[in-house]
């Protein structure tokens, strides 16, 4: 869970967003804020006492360019003023989370012992969309070279462990309550 600042910021930016039908334009203004950044590294360097805030703000100026929105840059500046400029991957995160929750859209991380062919994770997505009452599914994929075989998925709250260990384990103690 994000913290509470990175959450707010993001919350903020999400209403704004929302209202002005800009909800994938600023999602892709973020990415590309934070992947011109180069990561988390980078992004600390950004936060360091020693660099006066107007360094900082001319050297974003410059990763940046004069493309977004400038509601989005904006929110990045502020995030320099604050030293928090660190903290954009939580409020990128918690951004991407509110949209799709607006959409009904549910993320599900599905985990296997290789990886999975393209048409098994249609046939994934389509029926966890339609077990959940979602209109889409984003799978990210998790390979675990440890497990027998199966399938494992987290889906919010929900574990539905198709794993060949977790049926093993069951079978293990029928037979134990059976004995």
Known sequence: M???RPRRYAEALFEIARERGAL??????????LERLGGEQVLHQFGNPELQRSQVQGALQQLLGAAGAPEVRNL???LIHRRQLGQLPAVVKRYDDLV???RHIETATVTTAVP?????????????A????ASAIVIEQRVDPGMVGGIVVRIGDTLLDGSV???LATLRQALLREG
């Open 2 to 4: 994000a913290s509470a």
């Open 24 to 33: 994938d334009a600023w999602g892709r203004d973020l990415h590309a804020a």
């Open 76 to 78: 990045l500046m502020l």
């Open 100 to 102: 799709n929750q607006e």
């Open 116 to 128: 999975l062919a393209a048409s098994e994770v249609a046939l994934i997505q389509r029926r966890l």
């Open 130 to 133: 339609e077990q959940r009452q």
């Open 165 to 167: 260990g977790a049926r």
